[in-house]
């Protein structure tokens, strides 16, 4: 890595582990979801509403959180990263002291202060990013974060079920609580290391803000500059200068058609694989590893442990600008035929979880770019060309950070419904996955037609130039 000193390795290894903690907790009642049960002892139905309603409250936060979090990172600078961490991680001694007590409330309490301060964490760790590292070092930055941070996700999926196994669920769950402790002391010795210039509140502000539709005056669209995308932070936006202000109204009108394709894949893909995710350590047992919660949560794993691994590869190389459409299309056919298998045969799983993590690997690759690309193109409708020369297009309107803002609060909103969704169609359905692996197709069916209708129309084609992709998010192209 050319240019890069030791300190800058030093702190892509602490900003890499200040999401692996998040990860690992997030997963916990997931992985430990018949254990959980019988020790607080619920029946069957109420606890499948009660399971994931611990997702619910998670993500309920997260729809208004961006438009209050500019105020706190002006207040507080760059401490806010330890603040951030500290609410996460308070909120999972909590989690953990309600499974000690058996207090439901305690737990969703605590599930609620871990998403408010685990999805700020997710931003900042964005801005950090960008503020020390550039070009294709900030793309291998980015990934190398969410690889980690989806390795939580494994690591949970493997150790829990075992923890469990040796010293019970209260221990299992401190494991995630351990994991976020790590994460905290990593934010900690990140704030000693960086120097204050290094680390703005105008950059973390900038992300917060992106992911509101309007700030609090009513006001959409900064001039920004574009920077390569990942899955939680999809698209680093720093701002240059102010641009001329964009009412709500006319930031929603203007959206094309493929933006709200695009959106609509972007919920019904997390939508289905989170939810899954929620419920898999059950589904496994139930099916084909029945009172076998190790090997359940191995089998688990894998969809994430590709998925880690591939994502850096994907989000290098493929450009959705050629590709796109027909990958969305591969991906969703995908995830649907992987639901038919698995809710509809008796057909070893580890195969089409496998296909599965590939799907995971490059939708996200391919989503979160691919709205820049639909944006910035109706930009160039609107507001006339883009200069090759950033400093000449100061003051031209935006609406690209409306657009992400857009597209995260309807999945947070997706997210408080679909998993409640999920476990009503599971208390419901008479003991058997059938049902529920059905209503996952169906969701994943509404992707495939999406990018079906996005590759008849042409959706992700730049027609300003074939390096229009390039111009977006820096990435270059895997034939230059």
Known sequence: ???????????????????????????????????????????YDTWQYELNLLYVVYSFPNM???????????????????I?????????LLFSAGI?????????????????????????QGCLMASCFDGRMLSFALSL???????????????????????????????????????????????????TQEF???????????????????????????????ETTPLLLIPMEPAPALTSYYAFSVFPKSFWILCLMYVVFYGTAWSFGNTASDFLQAKWYTNDPITAGLVMSIPDSTSSILVVVFGYFLDPNRYGCLLLVLCFLAI????????????????PLLCLGVAYSINPAVIWPSVAI??????????????????????????LGAAYGVCTSTLNMALTVIPLCAAWMRVNSGGGWAALEAFYCGLACVGFVGAVSLYFMNGLHDGSSDDGFAEVVHFRRVDD
């Open 84 to 92: 951030y961490s500290s609410i996460g991680v308070f909120g999972q």
């Open 336 to 351: 649907t035929v992987v639901h038919g298998v698995l809710g509809f045969t008796q057909f070893n799983p580890v195969f």
């Open 374 to 399: 639909v944006i910035q193109r109706e930009e160039r409708k609107l507001f006339g060309p883009r200069n090759n020369r950033r400093h000449s297009d100061r003051g031209r309107p935006s609406i």
């Open 200 to 230: 703005t509140t105008s950059a973390i502000e900038s992300v917060i803000h992106s992911t509101a539709t309007l700030d609090e005056e009513g006001e959409a669209g900064m001039f920004m500059r574009e920077t390569p995308a990942t």
């Open 100 to 124: 000690h007590t058996r207090s439901t409330a305690m737990l969703l309490v605590g599930r609620f202060l871990f998403g408010v301060g685990g999805e700020s964490v997710v931003v900042i």
């Open 1 to 43: 890595m050319e240019g890069v000193g030791s300190k800058d390795i030093l702190i892509l290894a602490l900003s890499c582990l200040l999401l692996f903690g998040n990860y690992y907790a997030y997963d916990n009642p997931a992985a430990l979801n018949r254990q959980l049960m019988a020790h607080l002892q619920l029946d």
């Open 64 to 82: 208004f959180l961006p438009y209050f979090g500019g105020r706190l990172v002006d207040k507080f600078g760059s401490r806010v990263l330890v």
């Open 145 to 195: 974060n969410l690889c980690v941070s989806r390795l939580g996700s494994v690591a949970n999926a493997i150790l829990s079920p075992v923890l469990d196994k040796w010293w019970g669920v209260e221990t299992a769950v401190m494991g995630g609580t351990v994991a976020c402790l790590i994460s905290f002391s990593s934010s900690i010795l990140l704030l000693a290391i960086l120097p």
